[in-house]
């Protein structure tokens, strides 16, 4: 019922910019927690930021300063801006929703429903 959708992955060089959406279905960005993942492979998933339904925001300390989430409820889909990037930053980018928003954390278990990913390659 429940459908989180990214789009906007590509393959950029090391300072460049990308920007991430995440079209959710069946929830409301109005009134869930939503965030960003990214995983590598072999590695495990790390949160990177995510907001809360009154619009609160928290980074992990790797990109914050550089990405920046947010969210259109016309749209019901939320964002993450991404600029300064580095190789470091390559990986499965995945948005995730959990209802109601009773917290605000990025623990991955916390989150309950989760996108198919959009893959995001930075060069040097």
């Known amino acids: 019922q429940v459908q989180l959708v990214e789009s906007g992955g590509g393959s950029v060089q090391a300072g460049g910019s990308l920007r991430l959406t995440c079209a959710v279905s069946?929830?409301?960005?109005?009134?869930?927690?939503m965030a960003w993942f990214r995983q590598v492979p072999g590695k495990e998933r790390e949160g990177i930021a995510n907001?809360?339904?009154?619009?609160?925001?928290y980074y992990a300390n790797s990109v914050e300063g550089r990405f920046t989430i947010s969210k259109d409820p016309a749209k019901n889909s939320i964002y993450l801006q991404m600029n300064r990037l580095q190789p470091s930053d390559t990986a499965m980018y995945y948005c995730?929703?959990?209802?109601?928003?009773?917290?605000?954390?990025?623990?991955?278990?916390?989150?309950?429903?989760w996108g198919q990913g959009t893959q995001v390659i930075v060069s040097s």
């Open positions: 069946g929830d409301s960005v109005a009134t869930a927690c």
């Open positions: 995730a929703a959990r209802a109601p928003c009773t917290g605000l954390w990025l623990y991955d278990f916390w989150y309950k429903n």
């Open positions: 907001i809360a339904s009154n619009s609160d925001t």
